[in-house]
């Protein structure tokens, strides 16, 4: 089995060039963990994919299907990553959507990324990007294609020791990672940035918020300044591939130098990791 | 001559799957007017590609091969457009830019679209969009791939009589149309807003602003309000494909019905028109 791709249902590895995904990014994708051949949290990444198409008007793929093809591609896998597209399709003039458009879907399967062990032993070091994420409650929350923010804020900073970068809105709040998101730990309760404005409402954001309260842990979805997250008792990042990584280190924190402010996985940060230990 | 599509420099009309273009809207875009076998502007043109490159931290292209494979598709056409796409091309894990990225480049001819004639001559409907544009001053300016805006904004209406959309940031001032730039004229000065937080820099804005420059008319970039919208004297769009297009109409302005606020194409309106044509 060496497919590793499907194009609207067929092998392949290329896109047609008049594809509204390309010239515009638009649609939308999830990425899920593969293990012993199971798309973790499937129902999740398609009720979101869904709501994501109903947001931007796409006609959303038959669920079915795009389950039969996931399955194909990961049936045999012990370990890996499965990242599903979905593009408007091709054609309109110019911004226009077309009256018929075809959706394009692609699934795309490839190896486990080789994240240290240590990221969710010990934590990680994570610094403050200088790029901010624009205002946009039409496309809030939503994993779509428009992802340049993301990209350059990841150009910032090129040390292989730093995990992550933490991104701001225009008005100063934290609001995610460019490839997580962020929960802090206050009084013993969970509190993590809401996404109304900007921001991925990630799956694994959504399980730990679950997860926390099932476990008597208040969660709050609220508006975090910077003075807050440093004042924090514990922070930790979550998605749907690395879980939960404790922050050990804030770097390069509003100009303040190494060795930046300590934390070091929490009690409340174990306790959601075993949580999700066991929920797998 | 069927080639309607190079992909750096080769025949085709497909994209590698894994190319950042369609994962992250990770590129740039020219869209030029050809006519009798020339791409109008073409060194200005060059010029934003470059500097949106620099900005994006992307290779530029290389400028002569560039112009070679244009000509190659453009050299005996009466009329059409060309469309010119650089992304920063394929891999990396996650949006983590690969240290060896090597950048597409795409050329894309297409038909020159029907237009009505009346749109310059008599001018356009206009409607102001719901939809606004988020701010990010590092992105601001650029013909980038990330338009999931301009989409959304162009999905607001369905009424062909109504040519165009206007945007607003989220402060509320009026920046662009959903694929035009707007000028204002003001006591016989002109005025287009400024883009140091969103919009698109075009080409033609640019060239519009030193015919005025030139004929002695006074030329300001500027936030612009609503308020003093409605009250200009003329209103007109610019890119490179129309020209100039006058407004003639501010349709569902506010929620004030029908037949809207007239405007018409005023002299200064048709001095730069005139201007422009005599530049071609």
Request: net charge negative; hydrophobic share 40%; charged share 20%.
């Amino acid at each position: 089995m060496h497919i590793h791709c499907l194009i609207n249902g067929e092998p392949g590895d290329t896109l047609a060039i008049s594809d509204r995904g390309l010239h515009y990014g638009d649609g939308l994708f999830e990425t899920l963990a593969v293990r012993d051949g199971v798309c973790e949290f499937w129902d999740r990444h398609m009720q979101r994919l869904h709501a994501g198409c109903e947001r931007l008007c796409i006609a959303p793929p038959e669920f079915a299907q795009l389950a039969a093809e996931a399955r194909q591609l990961t049936h045999s896998i012990e370990r890996g990553v499965l990242k599903i597209i979905v593009t408007r399709g091709s054609g309109g003039r110019g911004y226009r959507v077309p009256d018929t458009a075809h959706p394009t879907r692609i699934l795309l399967r490839s190896d486990w990324p080789t994240y240290p062990r240590d990221n969710a032993e010990q934590g990680v070091r994570v610094r403050l990007c200088t790029q901010r994420l624009g205002t946009n409650p039409t496309l809030a929350g939503l994993k779509h294609l428009n992802r340049l923010e993301q990209v350059l804020a990841r150009l910032e900073w090129d040390d292989p020791t730093i995990a992550e970068g933490l991104l701001q809105d225009h008005t100063g709040h934290v609001i995610e990672g460019t490839f997580t998101n962020v929960f802090l730990v206050q009084h013993g309760k969970i509190v993590t940035p809401a996404l109304d404005r900007c921001g991925v409402a990630g799956i694994m954001r959504a399980v730990v918020m679950e997860l926390a309260t099932a476990a008597g842990i208040d969660c709050t979805e609220r508006a975090v300044t910077l003075d807050e997250l440093v004042a924090a008792e514990e922070l930790f990042l979550t998605n749907s591939l690395i879980g939960i990584w404790p922050i050990q280190e804030l770097e390069h924190w509003q100009g303040r130098a190494t060795p930046g402010y300590g934390y070091g996985p929490g009690p409340v940060t174990r306790s959601l990791q075993t949580a999700l230990q066991c929920l797998k």
